[in-house]
Nanobody
Framework: QLQFVESGGGLVQPGGSLRLSCAASGFPLDYYDIGWFRQAPGKEREGVSCISRSADSKNYADSVKGRFTISRDNAKNTVYLQMDSLKPEDTAVYYC???????????????????WGQGTQVTVSS
């Protein structure tokens, strides 16, 4: 079964940090560009970051640039999202999924399929 399992969310104070993990199973992760997305209550899902198959390209939404860092370990079939300097507006359910593979250039935060796992809740509050 092809799936992603997100983990690492939780409750954190403003200014704190969390590291999210996205574990892939049922397929070789290194064939695909991968993205992180989030959805806050009452809002549409939005792209947060993406990383190319070989990790030579990374892209971030303006709202998280300089605070979030995406990485991957293809040997572990896992993608990570390090989130620092968290703000209340980062509160959302975070998801990972396939994004449209780019032959060259910067990865794009466009989901390939309408597939969403269970996500992991991130709550930033004092």
């Amino acid at each position: 079964q092809l799936q992603f399992v997100e983990s690492g969310g939780g409750l954190v104070q403003p200014g704190g940090s969390l590291r999210l993990s996205c574990a892939a199973s049922g397929f070789p992760l290194d064939y695909y560009d991968i993205g992180w997305f989030r959805q806050a209550p009452g809002k549409e899902r939005e792209g947060v970051s993406c990383i190319s198959r070989s990790a030579d390209s990374k892209n971030y939404a303006d709202s998280v640039k300089g605070r979030f860092t995406i990485s991957r370990d293809n040997a572990k079939n896992t993608v990570y999202l390090q989130m620092d300097s968290l703000k209340p507006e980062d509160t959302a359910v975070y998801y990972c999924t396939w994004v449209v593979n780019q032959v060259q250039g910067t990865c794009v935060m466009t989901p390939t399929y309408n597939y969403w796992g269970q996500g992991t809740q991130v709550t930033v509050s004092s």
